[in-house]
């Protein structure tokens, strides 16, 4: 058979990826196509497009990138009717792949959804949407399966797959010396992989090295951005280690993260944290009108309580940070914190692979 996957950013490409490998197994002459990024492409698909060129946050960025967006949705459209896939299957990205979804479902592509977008947090009536659009959902947050019987639109909840990114990790144990690390315990920053978001986290964060002398700072770099994204870590000596970020948090004592994806792996992977995030007034603005759910983190949104703090906006300060920083570094708070985030590994974990199981799923779904 012949796939066609889609995801917009870096998260969507490592899940996309091991997706990929997945299907391999079932159709070990199947073809791949995809807009993705190095995890994709090393999986086996052909790239049309890579994710360094596709990230755009927020009202204003995406508003002032528009015309390259709506390049780059022609773009695609042309590609996909030139390779005609058995199947579309969309990751995440949702202003992007719900347009690919509108187009697919025109031209008679059958189109799969893996990662729901995350509707639940503002825009709910999509749900009414995606039913129309998409031949199959597959959801990987617990409670989004109960979140779409809202639009009598049955979904397959398959775990998640960061569950399996983190079992299958094969740690470096000799991270620390290849990187040049001292023996002081390491306080990790993970700020982001759009350039706009790193620049935000950096500004503020690259103030507390120097506050803390019995502890290293390092940041956890991307490659999807130029290497100037980085420049106030430069500026203030703080080591940058690129795309490996496991590798990083399992050797750290503590961390400081942008609010996404990667608050849910720090979780996982047990390390206490402080969630950050600060974005454009206007941007800010709109989504404080619009948004729907308490939290902003994964980890909180599916334990439903704030198991992990989150410093947001005009809570994004240097005083707030290093209150929040102070408490996870040692006492009762880092103690709660490590007991809700074996609880939250408890009820996410399904006992397969998301992976395996999304892949099998669309298997079964294509052949009937």
Known sequence: MKYYLIAGEKSG????????????QLDPTGEF?????DEMQSAGAALDQHIRHTAFMGFLEVVKNLPSIIRFIRQCKQQVAAYQPDVLILIDYAGFN????????KTGIRTFYYISPKIWAWNQARGWKIKALVDRMFVILPFEKEFYKKFDYSV?????????????????????????LSNKPVIAIL???RRQEVGEMLELMMKLPAQYPSYEFVVAGVDILPRSAYDRAVQAGVKII?????????????ALVNSGTATLETALLGIPQVVCYKTSFLTAAIVKLVIKVRYASLANLIMDKEIVKELLQTDFTEAKIKKELEK????????AMLADYALLKQQMQTG???????ARLMWDYLQA
């Open 13 to 24: 490409d490592l899940h996309g990826g091991n997706l990929i490998r997945a299907l391999k």
């Open 33 to 37: 196509r995809a807009w993705g990024g």
């Open 98 to 105: 719900l347009r690919m979804a509108a187009y697919a479902k």
């Open 156 to 180: 397959d909840y398959v775990g998640n797959p960061l569950l399996d990114s983190i079992g299958q990790f094969v740690r470096n144990l000799d991270f620390k010396a290849q990187h040049g």
């Open 191 to 193: 700020p982001g992989s």
């Open 242 to 254: 690129f795309n490996q970020t496991y590798d990083l948090l399992l050797v750290s004592h503590a």
């Open 328 to 335: 996870i570094l040692a006492g009762p708070t880092r103690e």
């Open 352 to 358: 397969s692979s998301a992976s395996a199981l999304t």
